[in-house]
């Protein structure tokens, strides 16, 4: 078969415009193909939401991959098995209501699952910016290529509007931060008004709190996962991953009930 390397070019820039051009309007834009992120869009996209997921990487799953110290499993508690069983992971028991999972099917079949459910998924493109209108609600997400900001040169960004917007950027909650820093008097429900850092590592007091710091933080603003964690001051949590997945499926809730103030 005669291969045509301008056919193969073309293909490629096609399908990838019509999709790009189908994520310009969306009700949620999450920021972050972490485990919170893709989770988020996975029931997002079940409830019939318009979602795409932007990943600054070009790869998903954010810190899941390597599990702990570079042993490709994870640990799930109990109250979040349901999330990783509902995409066929196979769970193992352990001491304590713990199960342990394959990192890597974890990550792939949460991000399949996400995509059949509907959402998109694009990665390589970094949310460097927000949009704001109004009442200095936030109104969409400003994106430029990952590669872009990785050789820090001066190229000109564009908007992609959102209903609402979810931070899923991790320990950095870049996100927040930028609202934090580029908004006259944005507050935040914290004990500073703003974003606290993340704590030490206590597994169990972090996995707790995340669901409470799972919210609307600022208008349009929703954060999930670490970022959540981040922004209220609590502390990291290691290769348990429990709460991530609750928290993510939180955060769908949240985002949803916003959509239907709207």
């Known amino acids: 078969m005669k ?4 056919q193969i070019t073309a293909a490629i820039v096609k399908r990838f415009m019509h999709d790009l051009l189908n994520s310009l309007e969306l009700d949620v834009a999450v920021v972050g193909a972490g485990p919170s992120g893709i989770t988020a869009a996975r029931y997002l996209a079940k409830s019939k939401a318009k979602v795409a997921v932007f990943e600054r990487e070009l790869h998903v799953g954010g810190g899941m991959w390597g599990g702990g110290i570079l042993f490709p499993r994870v640990v799930i508690q109990d109250p979040a098995k349901r999330i990783l069983e509902e995409v066929g992971v196979e769970l193992q028991p352990t001491n304590g209501g713990y199960y ?3 990192s890597v099917e974890c990550v792939s079949k949460c991000t399949s699952a996400a995509i059949d459910a509907g959402a998109r998924v694009l990665v390589g493109l970094a949310a460097e910016d927000v949009m704001i209108r109004g009442k200095r609600r936030i109104a969409g997400v400003v994106l430029n290529w990952g590669a872009v900001e990785a050789a820090r040169l001066h190229v000109d960004p564009v908007g992609v509007a959102a209903r609402v917007v979810i931070d899923a950027t991790g320990h950095d909650a870049s996100i927040a931060r ?17 974003v606290v850092g993340e704590q030490p590592m206590w ?4 996995e707790r709190e995340i669901i409470r710091n799972t919210r609307e933080i600022y208008p349009g603003l929703v954060v999930t996962g670490m970022a959540a964690n981040a922004v209220f ?5 290691g290769p348990v991953f429990g709460g991530m997945l609750l928290s993510g499926k939180r955060a769908a809730e949240v985002a949803l009930k916003l959509l239907r103030k709207k």
């Open 100 to 102: 342990t999972a394959d």
């Open 3 to 6: 291969v045509e390397d301008t």
């Open 178 to 194: 930028v609202v934090q820093r580029k908004i006259p008097g944005a507050r935040f429900p914290t004990r500073t008004g703003g």
């Open 233 to 237: 001051g609590s502390p990291r949590m």
């Open 203 to 206: 597994a169990d007091v972090g």
